[in-house]
Nanobody
Framework: VQLQASGGGLVQAGGSLRLSCAASGRTFSGYGMGWFRQAPEKEREFVAAVSGSGGKKVYADAVKGRFTISRDNAENTVYLQMSSLRPEDTAVYYC?????????????????????WGQGTQVTVSS
């Protein structure tokens, strides 16, 4: 499975960005997808996850109400819409895919739940 993340960049505080992650190499729908981020000198942390159907989602408290995860199974792509960005959102953002079928569940909130990772895309929020 290959995951290609894109959409990062430099944005001012209060602005918005949309990250995309295109998947290839296996059936996309039915498997859980997630976004994580890693800031300099910090551990990678969970941001958001979506079920295989796209119907269930879960967010980290730090981004709840500001970020929205979604997926288009016809396009094999998962998105992260980020709004009201803050300087503390600055990080490399990674998309990830589970090897377990999570069609209608969102239990996959830990690094260890994921088998495949994208290369990361940098998001920088200036104050």
């Amino acid at each position: 499975v290959q995951l290609q993340a894109s959409g990062g960049g430099l944005v001012q505080a209060g602005g918005s960005l949309r990250l995309s992650c295109a998947a290839s190499g296996r059936t996309f729908s039915g498997y859980g997808m997630g976004w994580f981020r890693q800031a300099p000198e910090k551990e990678r942390e969970f941001v958001a996850a979506v079920s295989g159907s796209g119907g269930k989602k879960v967010y980290a408290d730090a981004v709840k109400g500001r970020f929205t995860i979604s997926r288009d199974n016809a396009e094999n792509t998962v998105y992260l819409q980020m709004s009201s960005l803050r300087p503390e959102d600055t990080a490399v953002y990674y998309c990830a895919a589970t090897g377990t079928y999570y069609y209608d569940e969102v239990y996959h909130t830990q690094d260890s739940d994921y088998d495949y990772w994208g290369q990361g895309t940098q998001v920088t929020v200036s104050s």
